[in-house]
């Protein structure tokens, strides 16, 4: 089954810092993968996806297919950064479920002033 | 404007009371999921519905079941809460299954 890990549960950083949240997934097909991310008292919404490889809010996120990484990354970070980050994968081989959406466990990016 | 509604937004139960959380959107979107977040597991996916008349089971079924009768409602049921579904719980649309999911605000379950 595809996983998705998040490694660091916490990660704090100071503002003007570079910060990188890293995600791997395990799956060795062809996945799409997502950065959600859910300010405080505000609901999920989407971040990027990889295959838009757009950059949000100074956020951006390059899939590494040899290392099975999806990590994301921000030159410097901004307090309004501060939230908790999901990454996200989909299965999009032929006869796969393509409805399943695997998330991380999170990980509750803190920047400080 | 576009919306996902989900009600109640607060629940506090007895086991083994059914409940039922509904879940509407107004986007015309086929696929609808629901979601459970819990401290330290972050987000698992419970059921998920491609289109009308088409449910199938997420990473964490057991205990749950959902109708999908038409496109905009998305019920979560619970037959007989237990105290292990004490959680928040998330409905979550898109386009298709592929794009960009709108989710929620969230329900907050507590089953004593």
């Known amino acids: 089954a595809q996983r998705v890990t998040q490694p660091e549960k916490l990660l704090s950083v100071f503002k003007g810092a570079p910060v990188e949240l890293k995600c791997n997934y395990s799956?060795?097909?062809?996945?799409?993968l997502f950065w959600y991310v859910q300010y405080s008292r505000q609901r999920l919404q989407l971040l990027l996806r990889?295959?838009s490889r757009e950059s949000i809010k100074g956020f951006t996120a390059d899939l590494n297919k040899g290392e099975t990484s999806f990590h994301l990354k921000k030159p410097f970070a901004q307090e309004e950064d501060s939230a908790m980050y999901y990454c996200?994968?989909?299965?999009?081989?032929?006869?796969?479920?393509?409805?399943?959406?695997?998330f991380g466990r999170g990980t509750q990016l803190t920047v400080w002033p | 404007e576009a919306q996902v509604t989900q009600n109640p937004r607060y629940l506090i139960t007895v086991t083994g009371k059914k409940l039922t959380v509904t879940c509407s959107q107004n986007?015309?979107?086929?696929?609808m999921s629901w979601y459970r977040q819990d401290p330290g597991l972050g987000l698992r996916q419970i059921y998920y519905?491609?289109?009308?008349?088409?449910?199938d089971k997420g990473d964490v079924p057991e205990g749950y079941k959902v109708s999908r009768k038409e496109k905009r409602n998305f019920p979560l049921i619970l037959e007989s809460p237990s105290p292990n579904q004490t959680s928040l719980y998330f409905c979550?649309?898109?386009?298709?299954?592929?794009?960009?999911?709108?989710f929620g605000p969230g329900t907050r379950l507590t089953v004593t």
């Open positions: 799956y060795s097909g062809s996945p799409e």
């Open positions: 990889h295959i």
């Open positions: 519905s491609m289109n009308v008349e088409v449910t």
């Open positions: 996200a994968s989909r299965v999009t081989d032929r006869g796969s479920t393509l409805g399943r959406l695997y």
């Open positions: 986007m015309n979107h086929e696929y």
């Open positions: 979550a649309t898109s386009a298709t299954s592929g794009y960009e999911q709108y």
